[in-house]
């Protein structure tokens, strides 16, 4: 057994992969929150998962305890799931602590197995940025003329990765083609979820391939969130004060 359990082969054509992981990149859990939203609008069903036993460290991403209609308790372990609808397969869970190589490998599997023509990463990062602003997005892709006609910059990050970036070398090694896709979340905004991070992901993913879901309550959920955080910043003049330092280019970098 090595961990990868597929219940069911679903029957796509020519299906695009759009993946994501909770955790270090996953600021304001508007990756994870954006691969759900489409789960959840497209009726997605889950047809495969990644046992977590060899992979997270139970001290770090603990399991959980739920009380049932009847009040009895049970145990649910992390681990990493795949769902599909509509020629689209969505891949989303926490970060792997462990055995990123074989993790990679079992996620090469599904990938095989079902053919993926294509592959979004998603991803979220903090950064000093105006909440005010729209949320900035940078990425990478296999082939650089997707992230032109997106108008989507192109990240010059250098250093420490995740398993985000573990997995992009692993399909650009197996010549899959990736668009790797990252919102810009404040960083002394600590809420999350953060509804216009996962707003700006999704409106941008609707542009590159053909995505049939209702954004309109996901743009409510941002507006709302959006004055939330204006009453925040007005009512805290430490922060009030460093916001407006920003929009005048006076923070440190």
Request: charged letters at 20%.
């Amino acid at each position: 057994m090595d961990g990868l359990t597929i219940e069911f082969r679903p029957e796509l054509t020519q299906p695009t992969l759009l993946i994501a992981f909770a955790g270090w990149s996953d600021a304001g859990s508007a990756a994870t929150n954006a691969v759900q939203y489409v789960a959840s609008q497209l009726g997605a069903k889950k047809f495969a998962t990644i046992d977590g036993e060899d992979f997270f460290d139970f001290t770090v991403q603990r399991p959980l305890v739920r009380l049932d209609e009847q009040q009895v308790r049970h145990l649910q372990w992390p681990s990493y799931e795949f769902y599909a609808a509509q020629n689209v397969v969505l891949a989303v869970g926490p970060e792997p602590h462990l055995r990123w190589k074989t993790f990679c490998g079992l996620v090469m599997r599904v990938v095989e197995e079902l053919k993926i023509e294509r592959i979004a990463l998603l991803g979220a990062f903090l950064a000093e940025v105006l909440y005010t602003d729209p949320v900035p997005l940078t990425g990478f892709a296999s082939d650089r003329a997707i992230l032109e006609r997106l108008k989507v910059p192109p990240t010059a990050y250098q250093g420490p990765t995740g398993i985000v970036g573990a997995l992009a070398d692993q399909f650009r090694r197996s010549s899959l083609p990736v668009f790797s896709l990252w919102a810009a979340i404040p960083h002394y905004i600590a809420a999350a979820p953060n509804p216009r991070g996962t707003l700006a992901l999704l409106l941008k993913l609707k542009e590159w391939m053909e995505l049939p879901i209702d954004l309109a309550p996901l743009e409510a959920a941002a507006s709302t969130f959006q004055a939330q955080l204006l009453d925040a910043v007005e009512g805290n003049t430490e922060l009030a004060s460093y916001v407006y330092g920003l929009k005048k280019g006076e923070t440190s970098h």
